[in-house]
């Protein structure tokens, strides 16, 4: 499909799209073709690979060993100078899970004890001189010794967690960092902006999301997902700006009126 047909076939589904979505008060409708017309049909980025607990990779080493995953965990020890320990403490059984730092990026662990981390990477049982050289890295030995020849994931990715709530309530602790979040999806403005919510934190406010990617699938009510992306304040102009949106005078006064003052998370990911 050349230039000029991409072209028309956005036209045509932006006006079937105001034809459809086009309400007064619905007009979140509008991000959904600001964003179809500014990012076309590229794909998402890569969405982190199968889920799974730190229960099952440190009871079922054999089973994952070689492959890669993602556990969202409590980060529970440093280990060396990059590497920590996660656990599921809702689990029972199971030994803490040694995750090396391959990423190239530090991370900080987090300060409170409630706050979850996301990992993703390779599974591996812990041999200092193989994962130094299929890693290029320089661990400290002295460190690992309590956990040589037991599992351990070899981190491509890590990221903080917070709950909905944790950045509801406190958001200025999240603006401008990559989280990794997962809720259940309540009120749905568009395919790509929603709220999410979590049914264990009362009183916490929905989280909104706006979701800067073309949707691979349908997004349904009360359908949990997980996300990574940006929190940052809903300010109507930096959102205009930076995702060349542009919404007329009484748009903007709703919107305002709607969000001013609350946190927004911009998805780049989704997953189930």
Do not use: C
């Amino acid at each position: 499909m050349n230039d000029q047909e991409m072209k028309g076939k956005i036209s045509r589904e932006r006006d079937y799209l105001l034809q459809r979505l086009w309400d007064a008060r619905v007009i979140v409708s509008l991000v959904l073709i600001a964003v179809l017309v500014r990012v076309g049909y590229g794909g998402n980025t890569l969405a982190p690979t199968q889920v799974v607990n730190t229960y099952d990779v440190s009871t079922k080493t054999n089973n994952f060993i070689g492959e890669t995953v993602t556990v969202r965990s409590q980060p529970m020890k440093k280990v060396g100078l990059a590497s920590f320990t996660v656990t599921d403490q809702r689990l029972l059984g199971g030994e803490p899970v040694v995750v090396v730092n391959a990423s190239g990026l530090a991370f900080d662990l987090p300060t409170d004890s409630d706050t979850r981390v996301q990992v993703t990477g390779d599974v591996r049982n812990l041999n200092i001189p193989n994962i130094e050289r299929d890693y290029n890295l320089n661990l400290q030995d002295e460190f690992y010794k309590d956990y040589i020849n037991k599992p351990a994931i070899i981190a491509k990715s890590i990221l903080l967690a917070p709950r909905v709530g944790q950045i509801t309530q406190n958001p200025r602790k999240y603006y401008g960092t990559k989280v990794a979040v997962m809720g259940n999806v309540d009120n749905i403005q568009s395919p790509v902006l929603f709220t999410l919510n979590e049914s264990y934190s009362l009183g916490a406010d929905n989280l909104l999301v706006l979701f800067v990617a073309t949707p691979k699938r349908v997004i349904n009510k009360n359908q949990t997902v997980g996300m990574v992306g940006v929190v940052r304040p809903f300010v109507v102009a930096d959102i205009e700006r930076d995702y060349g949106i542009t919404w007329d005078d009484r748009v903007r006064r709703q919107l305002e009126a709607d969000y001013r003052n609350k946190p927004v998370f911009v998805a780049d990911t989704i997953y189930p």
